[in-house]
């Protein structure tokens, strides 16, 4: 889980130290630059410009594709003096690493106790108020650490002490104390997830959802999932007008759609199936950043003749076999229990087997959909392609939501996509799967 937390210079309240695999955030000089690396206030602002600038660089142009060049001028400053203070751009990310995780630590440490009444509730949305302007200020480095294993592990142990500063704060959860760190780890995935849908969301709906909307219903649906449905307390109106619609294009719509047509035995379509047979295959293993042209190809064993008889780049190639992962998980989405059958209190529920079903639909196509968020979430350009597919199953899911009535369901319909978004894309225990379905009962359905 990646983490939200210390504060740059801007930062308000108590710093919590770093995590000592972490670099340091102090400002000195690297050697051979100078004899004394210790630096003074002006030091200091160098440092942070650097680090503002590459925190803009990563949003442009994604964490892979920026350049130390890019940061430098961004920054006001030449190579040289980006050399002083950073050895590297990975150094950079690991300096806003530290920035985040203080943050985070900070916001956690101040938690207030989280319990079933309303000051429970207001401690609860203090806290998701803030998350969420940390998520937003650094959101490259989230987006990073949603797509790249190995800037994830820099966050990792960031969010297992979030996880447990936060456990520790529930008083009287619904669930028995053993299982909360479970709970609480989901949530807090999920909410990381549904802050980058949203997102993505907004970058094709700028004005469609409102932060104090989107602040109310997640703090709704995690006290509700702690707690239980208290209508005084953590059910809340509609808070504005449906988002609108985002549409597909035709040529999208064509590539959802069911067709067998590219496993006919003619020539073209043997070349057409080569492609997306194997360039699945190489986006995986590659991700979507190392791919080429030249490596699909070679990986299909066509020309680029017959590549580009089909796709005019990659990134079409890439949005197709998307597409199809998409209609297959949507096929599973389809697939979930009524909400009339979930709120039935016998007892019984259809919820679990269904998760383990949507679990191993997932995990077949959760691959490729991660290259294609590495492609988004890392390239402003690709972003607004990438919303209509998650505004369909935001609509859909929110159809699905309407008939609990009570609360906004086009809001809540967005952490149920990061839910199931993040949910399966790996394999889940039995105790995930609990949890997952306690987020769905309670936190989303009221049960």
Same mark, same amino acid.
């Given at each position: 889980?990646a983490?939200?937390? $210390?504060?740059?210079?801007? @930062?308000?309240?108590?710093? $919590?130290?770093a ?7 102090a ?7 100078s ?10 602002r160098?440092? !942070?410009?650097?680090?503002d ?13 920026? #350049? ?9 400053? #030449? ?8 050895? #590297? ?7 806003? @690493?530290? !920035?985040?995780?203080? !943050? ?28 969420? *302007?940390?998520?937003?200020r650094?959101?490259p ?8 294993? $190995?800037?994830?592990?820099?966050? /990792?142990?960031?969010? @297992? ?10 008083? =009287? ?11 609480v780890?989901?949530?807090?995935? =999920? ?40 209508d ?18 035709? *040529?999208?719509?064509?590539?959802? !759609? ?7 035995? *003619? ?35 066509? =020309?680029?003749? $017959?590549?580009? %008889? ?13 597409a ?42 959760a691959?490729?959909?991660?290259v ?10 690709? %972003?607004?392609? /990438? ?55 309670r ?5």
């Amino acid at each position: 889980m990646a983490s939200p937390e $210390a504060a740059p210079t801007d @930062a308000a309240g108590p710093e $919590a130290p770093a995590r000592p695999e972490l670099a340091s955030t102090a400002a000195v000089r690297r050697a051979p630059f100078s004899d004394n690396p210790r630096v003074g206030t002006r030091g200091r602002r160098t440092q !942070q410009r650097i680090l503002d600038a590459a925190l803009k660089a990563f949003g442009e142009h994604g964490y892979h594709r920026a #350049s130390v060049d890019r940061i430098a001028k961004l920054a006001g400053s #030449s190579r040289v003096s980006f050399y002083q203070y950073f050895a #590297s751009k990975e150094d950079v990310f690991r300096r806003l @690493a530290v !920035q985040v995780d203080r !943050q985070v630590a900070a916001l956690t440490e101040a938690l207030n106790p989280l319990t079933p009444d309303e000051p429970g509730h207001d401690a609860l949305h203090a806290w998701v108020t803030r998350y969420s *302007e940390i998520h937003m200020r650094y959101e490259p480095l989230f987006h990073a650490y949603e797509t790249d294993d $190995a800037l994830a592990s820099i966050a /990792s142990q960031t969010g @297992a002490h979030a996880v447990s500063s936060f456990s520790a704060r529930v008083v =009287s959860p619904t669930v028995p104390g053993r299982k909360v760190d479970v709970l609480v780890r989901l949530l807090l995935q =999920s909410l990381n997830h549904t802050l980058g849908v949203v997102g993505l969301l907004r970058a094709a709906s700028p004005d469609a959802y409102d932060k104090d909307r989107f602040d109310v219903v997640v703090t709704d649906v995690v006290h509700r999932t702690l707690f239980g449905r208290v209508d005084d307390v953590n059910v809340h109106p509609v808070g504005g007008p449906p988002p609108p619609a985002l549409t597909m294009s035709h *040529e999208l719509l064509e590539w959802v !759609q069911p067709d067998d047509s590219e496993a006919s035995d *003619e020539p073209a379509n043997r070349a057409l199936a080569a492609l997306l047979t194997a360039g699945r295959q190489v986006f995986v293993k590659r991700g979507f950043h190392n791919t080429r042209v030249e490596d699909l190809v070679s990986a299909a064993g066509v =020309s680029h003749g $017959a590549f580009y %008889r089909y796709f005019r780049s990659k990134d079409d190639l890439a949005r197709i076999l998307t597409a199809r992962a998409m209609r297959a998980v949507g096929a599973a989405v389809t697939e979930i229990p009524p909400v009339s059958v979930l709120q039935q209190t016998d007892g019984t529920s259809p919820l679990r087997p269904w998760l383990r079903r949507y679990s191993a639909a997932q995990a077949k196509e959760a691959a490729m959909l991660r290259v294609w968020l590495d492609a988004a979430l890392q390239d402003p350009a690709l %972003r607004a392609q /990438s919303a209509p597919p998650l505004d369909w199953g935001r609509r859909r899911l929110a159809r699905y939501l309407t008939p609990r009535g009570f609360g906004d369901p086009d809001i809540d319909a967005v952490y149920l996509v990061g839910l199931l978004g993040v949910f399966g894309v790996q394999p889940r225990s039995g105790g995930e799967i609990d949890a997952a379905a306690h987020i769905i009962e309670r936190g989303l359905l009221g049960r």
